[in-house]
């Protein structure tokens, strides 16, 4: 039972960085609530009605 204790907090230290490695950054992510459409100038407008700040191009 003991060496189950040090052999889970190894797998979480080692699972915490890929984890976070598969997150993304998606324009309008969080409070925006997504992204709803694009712009006719590319830009991406959120759910919220914002235009994202984001520097990539929405197609």
Do not use: E, W, Y
């Not at 998606?26 to 459409?37: A, L, R, Y």
């Amino acid at each position: 039972m003991k060496a189950i204790i040090p052999a889970l907090l190894a797998l979480a230290f080692t699972a915490a960085p890929v984890i976070q490695a598969q997150a993304q950054n998606i324009p309008c992510s969080g409070k925006m609530g997504g992204i709803d459409h694009c712009s006719k100038d590319g830009k991406f407008v959120c759910k919220n009605g914002k235009i994202s700040k984001s520097k990539k191009i929405c197609r």
